[in-house]
């Protein structure tokens, strides 16, 4: 039944557009709230095991969405596979990582704060804020924002995959694909088709009530 | 020997104390002094304690982790999960090295032995974890460093089987806490010490939690940690806590060998900052 439903609210709960731009605020508020240079989310994507940039604020912006890379290689990995937040504040020193870095997105941070979305038992990929404002000296009430705020970015990831795996059981003309259609139209269907199209949905639900 | 008890060669468990038979398990009494820093871990550098670090491996010759006595890896081949013994591929990361350095600058005469558990992809490494776990508690190590923690609900009853075993074995679980607001385990056990991070940068200042279930608090703010390629880089995180109080595991348990794991952690209250002040 699970599907049903999702599928019906997919039909009515918008594009991807919206949740991208759900995702790409996010990314925008972390880099606000820690006055970085950049934000990135990654998704993580379980038919390959790999990290996906799903939203990009800053540096780096727009080219980087839709990269991919092993889920367990660079900060952000360490993040995933241990569900540790973590801090790292000197990369330039290693210039493996930079030249990885650079190959990969044009741009090396010096600092990177990476922090794992998850959600129930479920990781759904990683946050990072990179080059953070050096104003004021990094605390661990900083790490207990970021990982606060990691929780409510793990609730918008959550709901796009969702939407996503709705949209996916709508593909083509399977048999939840009129449901969510018909959903769609009564939504954008004038008023007085709105209320036919509901009195004939009544109709078709008392017709398929178990009898009593 | 293995660890299911069924196979071991173990006696069958006291299960009740006949009349009369206190004396036949008589101990030593350890503790006739105060117990103090001096009296816990004085004069002592960790030697002959084995500590394991279950994470990403740790790099070879490395000047600030030193020798490494064992490497090994826990791989999935061909649909299951096996033990690669004598690993030479090192540290796919950096995290076991930078944990592996904190606890050699504690203890610089412990053991080191690395179990390779982080590194091969997020899909299966809830198991991998759980199979690196399992053979650290058979090899009968003293400390296991687990700087990292699995959300998974599944594995979560496994895990408490093993913290358990390992609690009465002596095998003392280190693990990370959670900064975030969400379960993960096996911090979360009893059977285990689970570490939180504090703000100061005396690497033998923690405090012991009057609120658990984090218990300890150690250095964690900002710590030039060892890095791949034989340098440091400054990281913060309760990966790094962690390690420091696996350290001092290790030193008191080279002066005082005897001790069990509540025994251990009893001498850690006594020990702490905010406990004891000396």
Same mark, same amino acid.
Request: glycine share 8%.
């Given at each position: 039944?699970?599907?049903?439903q999702?599928a019906?609210?997919?039909g009515?709960?918008?594009?991807?557009?919206?949740?991208?731009?759900l995702?790409?605020?996010?990314?925008?508020?972390?880099?606000?709230?820690?006055?970085a240079?950049?934000?990135?989310?990654?998704?993580?994507d379980?038919?390959?095991?790999e990290?996906?940039?799903?939203?990009?604020?800053?540096?780096?912006?727009?080219?980087?969405?839709?990269?991919?890379?092993?889920?367990?290689?660079g900060?952000?990995?360490?993040?995933?596979?241990?569900?540790?937040?973590?801090?790292?504040?000197?990369?330039?020193?290693?210039t493996?990582?930079?030249?990885?870095?650079?190959?990969?997105?044009g741009?090396?941070?010096?600092?990177?704060?990476?922090?794992?979305?998850?959600v129930?038992?479920?990781?759904?990929?990683?946050?990072?804020?990179l080059?953070?404002?050096?104003?004021?000296?990094?605390?661990?009430?900083?790490?207990n924002?970021?990982?606060?705020?990691a929780?409510?970015?793990?609730?918008?990831l959550?709901?796009?995959?969702?939407?996503?795996?709705?949209?996916?059981?709508?593909?083509?003309?399977?048999?939840?694909?009129?449901?969510?259609?018909?959903?769609a139209?009564?939504?954008?269907?004038?008023?007085?088709?709105?209320?036919?199209?509901?009195?004939?949905?009544r109709?078709?639900?008392?017709?398929?009530?178990?009898?009593? | 020997?293995?660890?299911?008890?069924?196979?071991?060669?173990?006696?069958?468990?006291?299960?009740?104390?006949?009349? /009369?038979?206190?004396?036949? *398990? =008589?101990l030593p009494?350890?503790?006739? $002094?105060? +117990?103090t820093?001096?009296?816990?871990?004085? !004069?002592?550098?960790?030697?002959?304690?084995?500590?394991?670090v279950?994470?990403s491996?740790?790099?070879?010759?490395?000047?600030?982790?030193g020798?490494?006595?064992?490497?090994v890896?826990?791989v999935?081949?061909?649909?299951?999960i096996?033990?690669?013994?004598?690993d030479?591929?090192?540290?796919?990361?950096?995290?076991g090295? /930078?944990?592996?350095?904190? *606890? =050699?600058?504690?203890a610089?005469?412990? $053991?080191? +032995?690395?179990v390779?558990?982080?590194?091969? !992809?997020?899909?299966?490494?809830?198991?991998?974890?759980?199979?690196?776990?399992e053979?650290?508690?058979?090899?009968?190590?003293?400390?296991?460093?687990?700087?990292?923690s699995t959300?998974?609900?599944?594995y979560v009853?496994?895990?408490?089987?093993?913290?358990?075993?390992?609690?009465?074995?002596?095998?003392?679980?280190?693990a990370?806490?959670?900064?975030?607001p969400?379960?993960?385990?096996?911090?979360?056990?009893?059977?285990v010490?689970?570490?939180g991070?504090?703000?100061?940068s005396?690497?033998?200042?923690?405090?012991?939690?009057?609120?658990?279930?984090?218990?300890?608090f150690?250095?964690g703010?900002?710590?030039?940690?060892?890095?791949?390629?034989?340098?440091?880089?400054?990281?913060?995180g309760?990966?790094?806590?962690?390690?420091h109080?696996?350290?001092?595991c290790?030193?008191?348990?080279?002066?005082?060998?005897?001790?069990t794991?509540?025994?251990?952690?009893?001498?850690?209250?006594?020990?702490?900052?905010?406990?004891?002040?000396?």
């Amino acid at each position: 039944m699970s599907d049903l439903q999702a599928a019906v609210a997919a039909g009515v709960l918008g594009a991807e557009e919206g949740h991208r731009a759900l995702l790409q605020s996010t990314a925008e508020v972390a880099r606000a709230i820690f006055k970085a240079r950049a934000s990135s989310i990654f998704l993580l994507d379980t038919e390959t095991d790999e990290l996906v940039f799903e939203a990009v604020a800053g540096e780096g912006a727009q080219t980087l969405i839709g990269q991919r890379f092993p889920s367990s290689t660079g900060v952000a990995g360490w993040a995933l596979v241990t569900r540790q937040p973590l801090v790292v504040d000197d990369l330039t020193a290693d210039t493996r990582f930079s030249q990885e870095a650079a190959e990969s997105t044009g741009y090396v941070p010096k600092a990177l704060m990476a922090v794992p979305l998850l959600v129930e038992d479920r990781a759904l990929g990683v946050l990072e804020v990179l080059d953070r404002s050096s104003e004021q000296p990094f605390s661990l009430a900083d790490m207990n924002l970021l990982g606060l705020f990691a929780s409510q970015a793990a609730v918008a990831l959550d709901l796009l995959q969702r939407a996503r795996r709705a949209r996916a059981a709508l593909a083509g003309e399977g048999e939840l694909g009129a449901l969510a259609r018909v959903a769609a139209q009564l939504e954008a269907a004038g008023e007085e088709a709105r209320l036919s199209g509901l009195e004939l949905l009544r109709a078709l639900e008392r017709l398929l009530a178990p009898e009593s | 020997m293995s660890i299911l008890a069924h196979e071991s060669n173990e006696e069958l468990p006291a299960w009740s104390l006949p009349a /009369a038979a206190g004396e036949s *398990i =008589r101990l030593p009494e350890a503790w006739t $002094e105060p +117990v103090t820093r001096e009296w816990a871990w004085g !004069g002592t550098a960790g030697k002959g304690v084995r500590v394991c670090v279950l994470d990403s491996g740790i790099e070879h010759g490395h000047p600030l982790v030193g020798r490494v006595d064992r490497s090994v890896a826990i791989v999935r081949e061909d649909g299951g999960i096996v033990v690669r013994e004598d690993d030479a591929e090192g540290d796919l990361c950096g995290h076991g090295t /930078a944990c592996a350095g904190i *606890i =050699r600058m504690l203890a610089p005469e412990c $053991e080191l +032995v690395s179990v390779r558990v982080l590194g091969a !992809g997020y899909t299966g490494s809830a198991k991998v974890m759980l199979r690196g776990l399992e053979w650290a508690i058979d090899q009968g190590f003293d400390v296991v460093n687990m700087s990292l923690s699995t959300t998974k609900r599944d594995y979560v009853d496994r895990l408490h089987e093993l913290a358990d075993m390992a609690y009465f074995k002596r095998t003392m679980l280190v693990a990370s806490a959670h900064n975030m607001p969400v379960e993960s385990f096996p911090w979360r056990f009893a059977s285990v010490i689970s570490v939180g991070s504090h703000e100061e940068s005396d690497p033998f200042t923690f405090y012991s939690n009057p609120r658990p279930p984090v218990e300890f608090f150690a250095r964690g703010l900002e710590i030039d940690v060892a890095w791949l390629g034989g340098g440091t880089l400054r990281s913060t995180g309760n990966s790094f806590a962690t390690p420091h109080i696996s350290g001092i595991c290790a030193l008191i348990l080279g002066k005082h060998p005897e001790l069990t794991p509540y025994q251990l952690k009893s001498v850690l209250h006594l020990t702490a900052s905010n406990v004891r002040d000396e």
